[in-house]
């Protein structure tokens, strides 16, 4: 044996003995007690997973809807994004292609798109901004190129009033096919991450010109859709914030608090949401952008500092970029989310920042392992459905009152009383970003909830682990199968595969219905005890489990 191999083999020896020294460790002391208190109650929660994502532009004017796992019973909005314009696939003429004609209008794809979205019992949020390539054929010629990093049209319109014809007429066009009250009913927004270069830049790709045409570009499409549907329609705008732009956001805010509106000449321009991109990189390579609560008190703050009080906020795409694994082109995360139990813990933890900081919803992509909703549930599935169930109670507090245990682990929970019902609400995970050495926490809480009467009550766990999970089930199917992560397209981490392989794809689709045992939520019903207000849950959360409580008198 050489010198090296004998430190490498002294090394892996001492660390595999610090491993179990480690674990054995945490199964004794690894315990937390929260102290719950409900006597004081603060804001009212929303639905927070209310917003699902459409990055293709159209939605199936005939959806498939899973009916026993049917994420539209929690989703009030579909973003339809870059729904009406960019290239050929989204511009809405019956000619995209003719040039030589800017008014053969043609909003058919997009109404059906409209049509299938209420069919959900949703609503559409309409993504406009990226502009029809023959509306700026100019801008694009002294650019020398056409499409940017998502293959859409990146540049402003020649004409701006010839712009705002075309999103007029297709507000009108949509009042025609539903009616004005309920388009009034629906949400718009002005691009996706408007001060990233790679979907809005202006010709010469100056950062001041570029955001001054993009304040441009919101002010005409506002004014469009106010024209058309009345001075109330709900719309707003998406930057990154998440990481640097070609340009500051900040600048925009400004403009529409306080800054001369380009289509009205007016101080100011309406706006109702601001939403920001969060992304993390991969599981186990996290921590690297900005926090939920940074990109908030930043995107708040500049609204604040211009008047503009009364907005809601989200956050309308992300999660996480990459998987460990690799497909033959790709290692990015097709649903921005993996299928492994990690995804329900990392879930929980930004549900609880966005509980804390005053966030409205975060926009999620699919929830089903065959895209557009339908197949079996992936873990996300189980998370965002008991999340929305928050919806409308009080938050209350949650504080960790004894811990011990992991390392840089993060286990933490959630509370709020529903008035309306007269149900405690709690949700804990059990998150730590490097795998190594996460074991089982035991939760305790001890809550004081003066609204229920002494007595008994009746408490609901749901476990979400990986006894409701199929993934780790399929993870090792393939493995035996001989199904090799180059044939999928992107990460074969992802819950919604992306096969490049047509005989993988039927392989993965024959063991749907053996999936389907796997992937089964038992709720555990136990009663408790009540004195004065006063009574004790426990649970053991697993590895990246979570765990929600409903109590209820």
């Not at 998406?238 to 007016?266: P, Q, V």
């Not at 993060?410 to 509370?415: E, L, R, T, V």
């Not at 393939?478 to 595969?497: A, M, N, Y």
Request: aromatic letters at 14%; hydrophobic letters at 40%; charged letters at 20%.
């Amino acid at each position: 044996m050489t010198l090296k191999q004998f430190f490498a083999a002294a090394l892996a020896f001492f660390a595999g003995i610090w491993g179990n020294i480690y674990g054995f460790f945490n199964n004794f002391v690894n315990d937390y007690t929260f102290s719950v208190d409900t006597s004081v109650l603060g804001d009212t929660l929303p639905n927070v997973k209310s917003n699902l994502n459409r990055f293709v532009g159209r939605f199936p004017e005939d959806p498939i809807i899973n009916e026993e796992y049917n994420p539209y019973e929690f989703v009030d909005y579909i973003q339809l994004m870059e729904c009406s314009g960019g290239n050929g696939d989204r511009d809405l003429f019956a000619d995209p292609n003719d040039f030589s004609v800017l008014d053969d209008y043609d909003f058919s794809a997009l109404i059906a798109s409209c049509r299938g979205v209420l069919k959900t019992g949703a609503k559409p949020l309409l993504k406009l901004g990226n502009v029809p390539a023959k509306l700026s054929q100019k801008n694009i010629a002294a650019a020398g190129a056409a499409l940017g990093d998502f293959s859409v049209n990146v540049y402003p319109p020649d004409d701006y009033n010839q712009y705002y014809n075309y999103v007029k007429a297709l507000a009108e066009a949509l009042v025609s096919s539903f009616g004005i009250e309920e388009v009034r009913a629906w949400r718009f927004g002005v691009m996706t991450e408007y001060e990233n270069a790679g979907w809005f830049i202006a010709p010469g790709g100056d950062p001041q010109q570029t955001a001054a045409e993009y304040c441009k570009l919101y002010d005409y499409t506002v004014q469009a859709l106010i024209d058309a549907l009345g001075e109330d329609v709900f719309v707003g705008a998406h930057s990154m914030t998440c990481s640097e732009g070609l340009w500051d956001e900040a600048e925009f805010i400004r403009h529409c608090g306080a800054g001369t509106n380009y289509a009205t000449g007016k101080k100011g321009t309406r706006i109702c949401y601001l939403a920001a991109s969060y992304y993390e990189e991969r599981p186990g390579k996290t921590g690297n952008c900005k926090t939920i609560p940074q990109i908030m008190a930043e995107l708040r703050g500049a609204a604040q500092a211009v008047g503009l009080t009364d907005l809601i906020y989200g956050v309308d795409e992300g999660r996480l970029l990459y998987g460990n694994a690799s497909g033959a082109d790709s290692d990015q995360l097709p649903s921005r989310t993996v299928g492994d139990t990690y995804q329900a813990a990392f879930d929980a933890r930004l549900i609880k920042q966005m509980f804390d900081n005053g966030m409205n919803y975060f926009s999620s992509w699919d929830y089903c392992s065959f895209g557009e909703n339908h197949g079996n549930p992936i873990i996300t599935y189980f998370v965002a459905k008991h999340a929305a169930d928050f919806e409308g109670a009080r938050l209350a507090s949650a504080e960790k009152a004894r811990c011990g245990g992991i390392i840089n682990a993060d286990i933490n929970a959630s509370a709020a009383f529903d008035e309306a019902s007269n149900t405690l609400r709690i949700m804990a995970y059990n998150y730590k970003n490097k795998v190594k050495y996460l074991s089982n926490a035991q939760l305790t809480f001890k809550v004081n909830a003066p609204q229920f009467a002494d007595g008994e009550a009746k408490a609901t766990l749901y476990m979400i682990d990986d006894d409701c999970n199929w993934f780790d089930e399929w993870r090792q199917d393939r493995i035996d199968l001989g199904i090799t992560d180059d044939q999928f397209s992107w990460s074969p981490d992802d819950g919604c595969p992306n096969f490049k392989d047509a005989e993988a794809w039927q392989t993965f689709y024959s063991l749907t219905e053996k999936y389907a045992e796997y992937c089964r939520l038992t709720p555990t019903e136990t009663t408790v005890q009540i004195k004065d207000g006063s009574f004790t849950l426990t649970a053991d959360l697993a590895p990246y489990a979570v765990a929600f409580f409903e109590v209820t008198q």
